[in-house]
């Protein structure tokens, strides 16, 4: 569907209730957008299962004002559009975002949400959660973070970095000390080597100075950047579980070897890749993962909203939390160490978080068509 087409008047609330579906793209994409040819092609159908009426929005910061005009005439707004997109962040976009909201469209995820619980920020701030690694910290100067390496490497510890927002693994390091790699300085201990690995497939594993490290993360530093400090977990490899939400309950699961920063398979070469894995999707009634969706729906979230000042409709509609397994308990149970929180593009997904997400998105819908008319 065209967006240009669509009526220029306001959205009415006898219906059809029109939902953008808003993704990243050129002027070219935008002109031939169709449901089919979308960032979330099975999302459509199962909107229009709830009577809501799916529009492709397509968005760039080059035609910011049409998608303005095309989102004014919506009665709702989800958005997939990752924080970097080609090289640009979301500023113009999150703007917007926040204009249209105030216009009376619900938009999921609202930007003020993702800046509460869609960062690696938030990783710091729920230190008070028993999801929490526990030394987890936040470095808001380079120096800060010179800092904490240097005490990190005195005490042996592998860490995993992480810049304030990004994707894909971009901006994730896993920074070990090197044997040998301290000595003394004055009264402390200087940092002199670190061997570290970004997250994308295919970095490779370097050793360098301190100093040239900390020089490579500056970049993270900008405006109101800063980098995620957590304990390495040990079993990485086993997996990270990835729980889908539509707002404060599990619809689905996602589990996948992890293969970013996992050591290299037994034999082979320090900078070798583990084998790659597929992602694979399960329905909220999985068997493995019934103990982690309980602790979840009925710890966890209550504490996150809580902590936030959140309710349950301010939650995003799809939104998903990655776990990764953390030391066993004195029973030998698992536990469970929260990886990040994704909000801003939660794409793929299992097909059971489809109803769920339409029918959410059709409650906050009349939601609001009801607030408007009081």
Same mark, same amino acid.
């Given at each position: 569907?065209?967006?240009?087409?669509?009526?220029?008047?306001?959205?009415?609330?006898?219906?059809?209730?029109?939902?953008?579906?808003?993704? %990243?793209?050129?002027?070219?994409?935008?002109? @031939?957008?169709?449901?089919?040819?979308?960032?979330?092609?099975?999302?459509?159908?199962?909107?229009?299962?709830?009577?809501?009426?799916?529009?492709?929005?397509?968005?760039?910061? $080059?035609?910011?004002?049409?998608?303005?005009?095309?989102?004014?005439?919506?009665?709702?707004?989800?958005?997939?559009? +990752?924080?970097?997109?080609?090289?640009?962040?979301?500023? %113009?976009?999150?703007?917007?975002?926040?204009?249209?909201?105030?216009?009376?469209?619900?938009?999921?995820?609202?930007?003020?949400?993702?800046?509460?619980?869609?960062?690696?920020?938030?990783?710091?701030?729920?230190?008070?959660?028993?999801?929490?690694?526990?030394?987890?910290?936040?470095?808001?100067?380079?120096?800060?973070?010179?800092?904490?390496?240097?005490?990190?490497?005195?005490?042996?510890? #592998?860490?995993?970095?992480?810049?304030?927002?990004?994707?894909?693994?971009?901006?994730?390091?896993?920074?070990?000390?090197?044997?040998?790699?301290?000595?003394?300085?004055?009264?402390?201990?200087?940092?002199?080597?670190?061997?570290?690995?970004?997250?994308?497939?295919?970095?490779?594993?370097?050793?360098?100075?301190?100093?040239? !490290?900390?020089?490579?993360? #500056?970049?993270?530093?900008?405006? +109101?950047?800063?980098?995620?400090?957590?304990?390495?977990?040990?079993?990485?490899?086993?997996?990270?579980?990835?729980?889908?939400?539509? %707002? @404060?309950?599990?619809?689905?699961?996602?589990?996948?070897?992890? +293969?970013?920063?996992?050591?290299?398979?037994?034999?082979?070469?320090? $900078?070798?890749?583990?084998?790659?894995?597929?992602?694979?999707?399960?329905?909220?009634?999985?068997?493995? !993962?019934?103990?982690?969706?309980?602790?979840?729906?009925?710890?966890?979230?209550?504490?996150?909203?809580?902590? !936030?000042?959140?309710?349950?409709? @301010?939650?995003?509609?799809?939104?998903?939390?990655?776990?990764?397994?953390?030391?066993?308990?004195? +029973?030998?149970? @698992?536990?469970?160490?929260?990886?990040?929180?994704?909000?801003?593009?939660?794409?793929?997904?299992?097909?059971?978080?489809?109803?769920?997400?339409?029918?959410?998105?059709?409650?906050?819908?009349?939601?609001?068509?009801?607030?408007?008319?009081?």
């Amino acid at each position: 569907m065209d967006t240009a087409k669509i009526p220029s008047s306001a959205p009415s609330s006898d219906g059809p209730f029109r939902v953008a579906v808003i993704y %990243h793209g050129d002027a070219e994409r935008r002109r @031939d957008a169709t449901p089919e040819n979308s960032k979330v092609p099975t999302l459509f159908p199962a909107l229009a299962a709830v009577g809501l009426t799916g529009v492709p929005v397509v968005y760039h910061d $080059d035609f910011r004002d049409q998608v303005r005009r095309d989102l004014l005439q919506m009665h709702a707004a989800l958005v997939w559009v +990752n924080p970097i997109e080609a090289g640009h962040d979301r500023a %113009h976009l999150d703007a917007l975002l926040r204009e249209v909201a105030g216009a009376g469209v619900y938009v999921s995820t609202h930007p003020d949400v993702i800046m509460k619980i869609g960062t690696k920020q938030v990783l710091a701030d729920t230190q008070s959660l028993s999801w929490s690694a526990p030394g987890t910290r936040a470095h808001a100067t380079p120096q800060a973070l010179r800092a904490a390496l240097q005490a990190h490497h005195a005490a042996g510890e #592998t860490r995993v970095l992480k810049q304030f927002r990004g994707h894909s693994g971009q901006g994730i390091w896993k920074v070990e000390p090197v044997a040998g790699g301290n000595a003394p300085s004055g009264g402390g201990v200087t940092l002199r080597q670190v061997r570290v690995r970004e997250a994308p497939r295919g970095s490779p594993e370097e050793v360098l100075a301190l100093d040239a !490290f900390v020089e490579r993360c #500056t970049g993270y530093f900008k405006g +109101n950047g800063r980098m995620i400090d957590q304990p390495w977990q040990s079993r990485l490899p086993e997996g990270m579980i990835r729980c889908y939400l539509v %707002h @404060d309950k599990v619809e689905g699961f996602g589990h996948q070897a992890v +293969n970013a920063l996992c050591p290299a398979p037994p034999g082979a070469p320090r $900078d070798a890749f583990p084998a790659t894995s597929t992602r694979l999707y399960f329905p909220p009634d999985k068997p493995e !993962f019934q103990a982690l969706k309980r602790q979840l729906e009925s710890e966890w979230l209550p504490q996150l909203k809580q902590l !936030f000042g959140l309710a349950t409709e @301010d939650l995003p509609v799809l939104w998903d939390c990655d776990f990764l397994l953390g030391p066993k308990d004195a +029973n030998g149970g @698992d536990t469970y160490v929260l990886c990040e929180i994704n909000v801003s593009s939660v794409s793929p997904y299992p097909q059971s978080v489809l109803d769920p997400l339409a029918r959410a998105t059709l409650a906050r819908v009349n939601a609001g068509l009801k607030e408007r008319h009081r």
